[in-house]
Structure formats: structure tokens, C-alpha cells
């Protein structure tokens, strides 16, 4: 079964099954009501595609377009992040979380501070460096 994008003005959400990554693009101001509808995008997709999800070697989160955080986006990704962890291992899957500005970076870094499992995401510049993060995480036998 296929999996199924979502696209919004401020959110696009899709998995490459050839690379076998998730990509996920935040657009304008990250709030709250994006980060949750992120996360109702993933649980479907965990629910839906069990098998596809288990293959999946990483993910990349773009930041690159966000204008900027709302305040209490911290807190909604933290809740949001915890519930998912306490349903599906995720210890394994590695995200790199894609940034251009140094307000995106210094955001970011907080919210890695804040977070479990800090050595699976990295902050990255390019496309290629979050590939690179990825490939590192991959067993021998797909490297």
C-alpha cells in the first residue's frame, strides 16, 4: 500500500519508497496546529503501511522555509515526540533536520537539548549532509 502525502500550505509530508526516507517540509510559522497535523499524518501512516515503516531508513525535516516558531510549538513537539516514542521504537531511525539561518539552528538546538535519543538527529545544511547522516545509520549490508 502506498503512502499517501499530505500537502498544506505550511506542511508537505511524503516517503520516497526507493530511498526509502521520509520527508517532511515546514513552510512560513511552525505552530502547534502544524506540528499536530505532522503527527496525525505519521500515526496513519504508522497504522496503515507497518511493513513500509519498518524499512524506512530515516527521515529528513526541513526547515529551511520556516519564517518562524511560534512559542509554544516547543511544548506541542515535546508531547507529540513522547507519544509517538511510547508507541513505535524509533531509537534507530535517524533524523536530520535540514536548516539555512541561524534562528532555525538555535531553535533546533534547543529543542534537541529538550529530547530523547539526541545522538539520531543531527542538524544539517544540505540535502547531501542529511543523506550522509542517514547512510551512517544504515546496516552494512545497505550501505
Known amino acids: 500500500m502506498a503512502i499517501i502525502p499530505l ?11 526507493t530511498e526509502r526516507i521520509l520527508y517532511v517540509t515546514y513552510r512560513g510559522i511552525l505552530s502547534p496546529d502544524v506540528t499536530q497535523s505532522f503527527y496525525q499524518w505519521l500515526h496513519g501512516v504508522i497504522r496503515n503501511n507497518p511493513l513500509e515503516v519498518s524499512r524506512a531508513r530515516g527521515s529528513i525535516y526541513d526547515f529551511r522555509q520556516v519564517t518562524s516558531f511560534d512559542n509554544r510549538n516547543l511544548t506541542a513537539a515535546q508531547r507529540q515526540s513522547e507519544q509517538l516514542n511510547m508507541r513505535v521504537d524509533v531509537s534507530s531511525h535517524p533524523v536530520a533536520l535540514l536548516i539555512e539561518t541561524k534562528a532555525q539552528e538555535h531553535i533546533l538546538q534547543v529543542e534537541l537539548k529538550i529530547s530523547p535519543q539526541q545522538g539520531r538527529k543531527r542538524i544539517v ?7 550522509d547522516f542517514i547512510a551512517s545509520f544504515a546496516s552494512p549490508e545497505e550501505a
Open 125 to 131: 545544511r544540505t540535502e547531501q549532509e542529511a543523506r
Open 7 to 17: 500537502e498544506t500550505d505550511r506542511l508537505s509530508c511524503s516517503y520516497n519508497e
